[in-house]
């Protein structure tokens, strides 16, 4: 059985974000779910299922309570997880909303806790990009070149921007050249989110 | 589980893929739990709860540390922590063997 | 363990804002938040109905009162005894008279948090506020595991403190967090209760926490390498019961003679300076002599709870039931029995109750009724004055001295009476077949703090003093009354020949009439065939409320026999009339027979009263009393004749 539990998702009372393992299913609207899930979202019990990076978030329809409806989407969805292949996704856009959402949440960590650390290293953090859940930003200062670089970006900004923007799937990182050199992207800091 | 029969020099080390009772896992042997088998009485039932409840479901590994100086009650790592429990309760629970073979032959 | 003894029923703590329990699994660190969370005030009474333990205490935060009651520890919500469904009907508020707790702290060890989440589960579906308090993150973390709490509250949907009980870190946020209990974020929907959702709950839970497990704790595995060793864990283990020993006897000497030195100086100052020669009698005799006599041995029961509270605190205890769990079993008990029983070596009081940590209802019983036979620390005036009536202290027997022989054959057989006990006990109960299986976890050593320690202590002591404060004073006071009265006046002894000047005479005569010496005389048909004298038997029946009395009471009467030298009046002392009139009363028979009635005898109300407690029931304590007595008399009659025969046997050329 594939591992999941429910987390809340803020400010969205009647969705849970339902947490599985990386790479199983991909990231979409769900237009059809195999079993019971894909009942449930045809009656309208389901009101809308969507897949992003951190896992499925399940929207109950408006007559529908987690309390009473819980156990049943648990058991249904962890029957459809066993047939992967027979999701279908909607047709879809990229969700035009997720770069700006992805600017936001990086602009607001880089303003914050995880940057304060790093400038008070005599450093200087920029956001460069946002874009396919994958940030990339630039350091300056005493920062650039400096060997925890890699440790720091991993440690804090990864995670405050996790927190905001759950679907994260890297944060990378260039630094200024010295006069001379040519820009290179530290390939060191970049990460995967967890597989 | 089938038996797979093969020719070995000491008839007492079992192949890997046997399916033994816990009490008779030797110690520095792995085995893997795979049913906690209740003989449907009171206290097989209350077993089972409180087996279950420790950690040991189908699925766990348990490794067998020590035996007390009189052969009972025997100590097993089971996934972070350490349990006593006799042969009487460990005779009800099935493992498959995983791993290392002991240098000793197994003893009940 | 390390509960009080002899403390007061629980009650109804006045008002209180809200009622808080904690809840978690045994050895997760539970007692120690809730004795931070409630200082020295808490209390332990029964659940009704069980021999259940319950502590209770109080905690005032932010002008918000709070009851906190520690629940005993468990490792899931599915009972499988009665006892355990007293935690389950606590949580629910199903116990009668005792309404739904308002809020729950969960505490759980993140060592063992794979195992943990099964509890946790099954905790937050009982939809209360819930606080998640996670212990030894330290360990953890020395241990190589790894954990991130903000990322498991969000997993779990309920707030996760950090607390590090032995530094303190984490309680100060766990106390502010309480006012706002019922604002307490709370999971949308219930973990699965069971089976394979649930292990897919747990391990999506875990990895999205960050958790790697600890690696087995390298400095326990090897510490057991040794203790658990067939041989050298054998002889450890008997080194430790041979210290244990030797702190009853050697290291508290010292200390013992302080405190006598201390009590007969306060009983000289009162002799000196108080005008009433009866209340000086009163108060130097009865009470400073009486109290003083059990006084003496706090340093000893001191010492003995230390070290128990110590090998207890360190995780050694469980080692001993591992090690002793095949002997136990040969007697239908098991390892944690043997605990408790080693603890009654000290006193019976805090060896019964510490039979809490038995899950198996019949178990308990059959360890409370074989409890009392185990050689406690008030036996040992007794012995030691008694073993020097019947051997001189040159006595030897090749190389050992006679006197520590006959004490160690005394402990022995307390001991082996006491195992024979629990089995006949344990076999005569097995009628409703509720047979629990035996399971125990071994935790790593760890190092207790000096304040848990203390705290243990503390309560073993102050039970112990507020024993000697209330029983043994009331005792001997009325003892001393008994022997004392009826007054006589100067005229009244003239009219019977005696001379008011001589004060041996006096108190001679005041001894033979008084009240006491009535009713010992009224039991002498009882015992007669044991060979005790009228004024045994005073000192026997005093001794019933706690067996220190009765050298108090020979010491007593002694002295008024000849005030001088108590310890050569109690050897020449002779039967006044009978048909042993004129023989010693201490010959070796008699002698004999005493010492094996003091193995066997229910002596002690407070065991009694704590019997009534941890049983709910007369019963149980009554039985105990009863087959006690039969024993000791039994005993003592075949000692007494068995002796006879041996000296007759010797006597003869």
């Excluded at chain 3, 190589?144 to 509250?153: R, S």
């Excluded at chain 3, 702190?247 to 000289?268: K, M, R, T, W, Y």
């Excluded at chain 3, 033979?512 to 002498?524: K, L, Q």
């Amino acid at each position: 059985m594939i591992p999941t539990h429910p987390e809340a998702v803020a400010g969205q009372p009647d969705t849970l974000r339902w947490v599985i393992p990386a790479g199983i299913l991909t990231v979409g609207e769900v237009r059809t779910a195999p079993g019971d899930l894909g009942v449930m979202l045809g009656t309208g019990v389901v009101r809308r299922i969507r897949v992003d990076r951190a896992g499925v978030l399940i929207a109950l329809g408006p007559d529908a309570l987690w309390p009473a409806q819980g156990a049943r989407v648990r058991a249904a969805l962890h029957a459809a997880l066993e047939q992967p292949g027979a999701w279908t996704l909607a047709v879809c856009a990229p969700d035009p909303s997720a770069d700006d959402r992805l600017y936001e949440a990086a602009e607001t960590v880089l303003a914050g806790a995880a940057g304060d650390f790093i400038r008070s290293h005599g450093g200087a953090i920029d956001l460069i990009l946002a874009r396919d859940d994958v940030a990339t930003v630039r350091l300056r200062g005493a920062c650039a070149g400096c060997p925890a670089v890699g440790f720091t970006l991993q440690a804090r900004v990864e995670r405050d921007l996790r927190l905001l923007y759950p679907e994260l799937r890297a944060v990378r990182a260039i630094a200024l050249p010295r006069p001379g050199k040519r820009a290179t992207l530290t390939g060191v800091a970049a990460f995967e989110t967890a597989t | 589980m089938t038996r797979m029969h093969r020719a070995q020099e000491k008839p007492e080390r079992p192949h890997p893929t046997d399916a033994t009772t816990l009490d008779r896992l030797g110690v520095g042997q792995t085995g893997r739990v795979l049913a906690i088998s209740s003989d449907h009485s009171e206290p097989g039932r209350r077993l089972v709860e409180r087996l279950g409840a420790l950690g040991l479901v189908p699925g766990t590994a348990i490794r067998p540390l020590r035996r007390a100086p009189l052969g009972d009650p025997v100590v097993y790592r089971v996934c972070d922590f350490d349990l006593c429990l006799r042969a009487a309760q460990a005779a009800l629970v099935t493992v498959s063997i995983t791993a290392a073979i002991p240098t000793r032959p197994v003893d009940r | 363990m390390t509960d009080s003894c002899h403390g007061g029923v629980t009650t109804p703590v006045g008002s209180v804002d809200a009622r808080i329990l904690l809840v978690g699994s045994p050895n997760a660190g539970k007692t120690s938040i809730f004795n931070r969370l409630t200082g020295l005030n808490a209390k332990t009474g029964n659940y009704p109905g069980v021999t259940v333990g319950r502590s209770t205490g109080t905690l005032t935060v932010d002008s918000q009162r709070f009851a906190v009651e520690d629940l005993p520890g468990t490792y899931g919500l599915t009972p499988i005894s009665p006892d355990e469904r007293v935690v389950v009907d606590a949580l629910s508020g199903n116990l009668p008279g005792i309404g739904r707790p308002d809020a729950l702290v969960l505490v759980v060890d993140a060592t063992t948090l794979r195992r943990s989440l099964h509890l946790v589960a099954q905790v937050l579906a009982l939809h209360l506020p819930t606080v998640l308090v996670l212990t030894l993150t330290d360990e953890l973390a020395g241990r190589g595991g790894a954990l991130d709490p903000v990322a498991l509250e969000r997993a779990l949907g309920v707030p996760v403190i950090r607390v590090v009980a032995h530094r303190g870190l984490g309680i100060a946020d766990l106390r502010d967090a309480l006012p706002s209990w019922s604002r307490w974020p709370r999971p949308v929907l219930d973990a699965p209760c069971g089976g394979a959702e649930q292990s897919a709950w747990v391990d999506s839970v875990l990895h999205s926490a960050g958790h790697r497990p600890a690696s087995p704790d390298r400095r326990t595995a090897r510490i057991d390498a040794v203790l658990l060793h067939p041989l050298w864990g054998s002889l450890v283990f008997a080194t430790v019961m041979v210290a244990f020993f030797q702190v009853i006897f050697a290291f508290a000497a010292p200390l013992q003679d302080l405190v006598e030195v201390l009590f007969s100086g306060l009983a000289d100052l009162v002799h000196r300076f108080v005008p009433l020669p009866w209340l000086a009698g009163l108060l130097g005799d009865a009470v400073l002599g009486g109290v003083g006599g059990v006084v003496v041995f706090l340093p000893q029961i001191l010492l003995m709870f230390l070290l128990v509270s110590l090998l207890e605190g360190i995780g050694y205890m469980s080692r001993a039931a591992f090690l002793m769990d095949r002997v136990m079993g040969a007697v239908g008990l098991e390892g944690r029995a043997f605990v408790a029983l080693l603890s009654s070596f000290a006193c019976a009081v805090p060896g019964i109750m510490a039979t809490r940590t038995l899950p198996s209802a019949k178990d308990r019983i059959a360890t409370m009724m074989a409890a009392p036979l185990m050689t406690c620390s008030a036996r040992l005036p007794v012995y030691i004055l008694l073993i020097g009536l019947l051997v001189s202290p040159s006595a030897r027997f090749g190389p050992l001295q006679v006197q520590g022989l006959v004490m160690f054959a005394l402990y022995v057989l307390g001991a082996v009476s006491a195992m024979v006990a629990a089995w006949v006990v344990k076999a005569v109960q097995d009628r409703d077949g509720l047979l629990m299986p035996f399971y125990m976890e071994m935790p790593p050593y760890r190092i207790p703090t000096l304040r848990s320690i203390a705290l243990s202590m503390w309560g073993s002591a102050a039970a112990f003093l507020r024993k000697c404060g209330t029983i043994i004073l009331v005792t001997t006071i009325l003892l001393w009354l008994l022997l004392n009265l009826p007054l006589h006046s100067d005229a009244q002894l003239r009219a019977a020949g005696i001379d008011p000047a001589d004060d041996g005479a006096v108190s001679a005569y005041v001894l033979d009439t008084s009240a006491a010496a009535a009713i010992g005389r009224a039991v002498e048909p009882v015992f007669d065939p044991l060979g005790f004298d009228w004024r045994v038997n005073v000192g026997v029946l005093a001794s019933l409320s706690a067996r220190e009395t009765f050298v108090a009471t020979l010491g007593q009467i002694a002295s008024a026999a000849d005030p001088d030298n108590p310890a050569e009046a109690l050897a020449a002392m002779t039967y006044t009339d009978g048909s042993h009139a004129g023989e010693p009363v201490f010959s070796a028979p008699t002698v004999a027979a005493l010492l094996v009635f003091f193995v066997y005898a229910l002596q002690c109300m407070s065991t009694v009263g704590v019997m009534r407690r941890e049983t709910g029931t007369w019963k149980w304590p009554l039985i105990a009393f009863g087959y006690m007595f039969v024993l000791a008399w039994l005993g003592a009659w075949l000692a007494h004749g068995a002796v006879l025969l041996a000296v007759a046997a010797g006597a003869a050329p």
